[in-house]
């Protein structure tokens, strides 16, 4: 049997067989790969049964030989070397043209050292953010592509086949961009989805701790949230979490070891922001949060030394929990507004042309950050492409004005009792200090000088001109370098 398959997949773990299944199901033939070929077995005996259009390969040569030309190969392998090592082994068997497609959480300085690697050599190369988790995979991802521009075509059809659908029937996957675009996307959702995780953490650490609500009472609050503004996935599974009982009837929730894990994407999106001079704050924080969340034992030694605030709250806990929602909202507008400014300036970096409003609406449906919250950016961007920041268009403004008295007050209270929440006290620290016209930074610059020459700008002068002053009258007017990140 030759050339039968319309794409292949290697990498026979739960996201690779259910996007093959999901692909199947789209009408396309798919051959499948793995390194451990008794995968491939199991999977054509088990999930994938009866299904003739789906082709099993034992080797590397069976695998190519089954597919049409040219070739479509999608790697879902783990990131790093091991999409490196495939590549390597899968070149002998290409022919100019053909295309190899990387849908694992690869770092996007890896997607565009390939694109062009294997565009030196004659080959087409994608790098694509793949989010949704399993029930995505099988049923419908969002979809965020970039790389060679030139394969878009050809996997076009397929991505738009297999991708959610928003409600209008728009499938939540387009091209991104060149190179690394697609998997830069990716990690901002990734990001993005750090941020919501926290803040909803927080907001659920406040109702506990501070108006001692239990389990059921918080499904019903987050039930109830999932059918406004804050109608999400993450709120939505939120509200099951709080519904879930163990085998005693017991919320299963409050069983769990408080030690969160991560995998990296949140952190490269905190590195990238340094490095780009963006204040993604919120994402910072929540990665923080969850490094402080591991040391565990060190923290329980602490609480048995370290004193706090023994106030206890004494109002109304209805309205603390309508400010808590509104807080909650607001932090996410400004985690939402610092992803966009950040991917606005790697766009500028890296020379991509990103389209903010069509990423949103990737982002609507099947992915992990996935909210009615998303259509609202998008109508943002399509009204004005060129916005800076979402802070500035008029719903999100109008609703951060609505919302700013409660989330000032749950800050206020939060830190009155000595509850943390970075997440939701930082994104307001970033939206006063976004709003203010001047800040501190006039004394640090005299401080930088003070110590190490390192010049300053004037007010009372253009921008772009820097001055030194002496201030010991002992240091010399000779200034140092200076550079601006």
């Given at each position: ?6 794409i292949?997949?290697i ?25 451990t ?10 999930a ?6 789906i082709?099993g390969a ?7 030989s ?5 070739r479509k ?8 070397d091991?999409?490196?090592?495939f590549i390597e082994?899968?070149?002998?068997y ?6 190899i ?17 294997l ?7 994608i790098?694509?953010?793949?989010s949704g988790?399993?029930?995505g995979?099988r049923?419908?991802?969002?979809i965020?592509p ?6 878009w ?11 959610a ?13 060149e ?12 990001g993005?989805?750090?941020g919501?995780?926290?803040l909803?953490c927080?907001?659920y ?10 389990a ?11 059918t ?17 009982s163990d ?5 299963l ?13 949140g952190?490269?999106?905190g590195?990238?922001a ?6 993604v704050?919120?994402i910072g ?7 402080l969340?591991?040391m565990?034992?060190?923290r ?7 004193k706090?605030?023994t ?11 309508e400010?808590i929602?509104?807080?909650l ?5 400004v ?13 500028r970096?890296h020379?991509?042309n990103l389209n903010?409003g069509?990423?949103?609406?990737m ?12 259509d609202?950016i998008k ?6 492409p060129d ?7 008029d719903y999100?403004?109008?609703?951060i004005?609505e919302?700013?008295?409660a989330w000032?007050?749950v ?16 994104a307001?620290?970033?939206y006063?200090?976004y ?9 640090l ?6 110590f190490?020459?390192?010049?300053y700008?004037r ?5 772009g001109e820097f001055f030194?002053?002496?201030?010991t ?13």
């Amino acid at each position: 049997m030759t050339e039968q398959a319309d794409i292949g997949l290697i990498g026979m773990a739960v996201m690779g067989q259910n996007l093959v299944l999901n692909m199947n199901d789209k009408g396309y033939a798919v051959a499948v790969f793995n390194r451990t070929v008794s995968k491939v077995d199991d999977f054509l005996k088990g999930a994938a049964a009866g299904r003739e259009t789906i082709l099993g390969a034992h080797s590397m040569e069976e695998f190519i030989s089954l597919l049409k030309r040219p070739r479509k190969i999608m790697l879902m392998v783990k990131a790093g070397d091991a999409v490196d090592s495939f590549i390597e082994v899968i070149l002998p068997y290409l022919d100019e043209g053909d295309l190899i497609i990387d849908g694992g959480n690869s770092h996007y300085p890896d997607t565009t050292r390939r694109t062009d690697y294997l565009e030196a050599k004659g080959f087409l190369y994608i790098g694509t953010g793949v989010s949704g988790g399993e029930e995505g995979a099988r049923f419908g991802p969002s979809i965020m592509p970039g790389g060679n521009p030139d394969a878009w075509p050809l996997m076009k059809e397929i991505f738009q086949a297999i991708a959610a659908k928003t409600d209008d029937g728009s499938p939540c996957c387009d091209w991104v961009g060149e190179n690394g675009s697609g998997h830069y996307v990716k990690m901002v959702h990734n990001g993005i989805e750090y941020g919501d995780m926290q803040l909803i953490c927080e907001a659920y650490h406040l109702m506990k701790n501070v108006l001692r609500l239990d389990a059921k009472a918080m499904h019903k609050v987050f039930a109830d949230w999932n059918t406004g503004e804050l109608d999400s996935y993450l709120i939505e599974i939120t509200r099951d979490i709080m519904g879930f009982s163990d085998e005693d009837e017991q919320p299963l929730v409050e069983k769990i070891l408080d030690t969160a894990g991560q995998k990296g994407t949140g952190k490269w999106t905190g590195i990238s922001a340094l490095d780009l001079g963006v204040p993604v704050t919120l994402i910072g924080e929540a990665v923080f949060a969850r490094c402080l969340s591991a040391m565990k034992e060190e923290r329980v030694d602490a609480s048995r030394i370290l004193k706090g605030p023994t106030a206890e709250f004494d109002g109304d806990g209805e309205v603390f929990t309508e400010d808590i929602r509104k807080a909650l909202l607001a932090s996410k507008i400004v985690s939402y507004a610092q992803g966009y400014m950040l991917m606005r300036e790697a766009a500028r970096e890296h020379g991509w042309n990103l389209n903010y409003g069509g990423i949103a609406l990737m982002w609507r449906g099947g992915c992990i950050i996935r909210s009615v919250f998303l259509d609202h950016i998008k109508e943002a961007f399509d009204k004005n492409p060129d916005l800076n920041n979402l802070l500035l268009d008029d719903y999100f403004r109008n609703l951060i004005e609505e919302c700013q008295p409660a989330w000032r007050r749950v800050v206020a209270k939060a830190v009155e009792l000595g509850i943390p929440i970075p997440a939701l006290s930082t994104a307001l620290s970033f939206y006063d200090g976004y709003r203010s016209a001047r800040l501190p930074a006039n004394l640090l610059q005299a401080q930088r000088d003070y110590f190490g020459a390192h010049t300053y700008e004037r007010t009372d002068r253009q921008r772009g001109e820097f001055f030194h002053t002496n201030w010991t009258g002992t240091g010399g007017d000779v200034a140092s370098s200076t550079y601006n990140a």
